[in-house]
Nanobody, 120 residues
Framework: QVQLVESGGGLVQPGGSLRLSCTAS????????LAWYRQAPGKQREAVAG???????NIQDSVKGRFTISRDDAKNTVYLQMNFLKPEDTAVYYC??????????????WGQGTQVTVSS
């Protein structure tokens, strides 16, 4: 059993920045990838970025160049640094733990989500 807790969401103006964090606990030896997904109202949940132990990362084209994912293995924590935020980035951001980068599309463990709102 794995538990994930996200934090760092909030309201920010376009062009601003936020840093999300997700900390895993429980049976953490069973997880391989910590990843970020997001879901906007009326839309499907989509992958944003993932990180494997050892700093191997995968960032989706929709946020590449603006978002950066990093992982602190000692703290079992993954971060999502979001810069140059746009209104279309508005969504609930979820943390997922699983075996590969896209585990979240079929399963894995989920956090409760943190709301990110980009608006003037």
């Amino acid at each position: 059993q794995v538990q994930l807790v996200e934090s760092g969401g909030g309201l920010v103006q376009p062009g601003g920045s936020l840093r999300l964090s997700c900390t895993a606990s429980g049976n953490i030896d069973t997880i391989n990838v910590l990843a970020w997904y997001r879901q906007a109202p009326g839309k499907q949940r989509e992958a944003v970025a993932g990180a494997i132990q050892g700093d191997r990362t995968n960032i989706q084209d929709s946020v590449k160049g603006r978002f950066t994912i990093s992982r602190d293995d000692a703290k079992n924590t993954v971060y999502l640094q979001m810069n140059f935020l746009k209104p279309e980035d508005t969504a609930v951001y979820y943390c997922n733990a699983g075996s590969h980068f896209y585990t979240g599309y079929t399963g894995g463990y989920w956090g409760q989500g943190t709301q990110v709102t980009v608006s003037s």
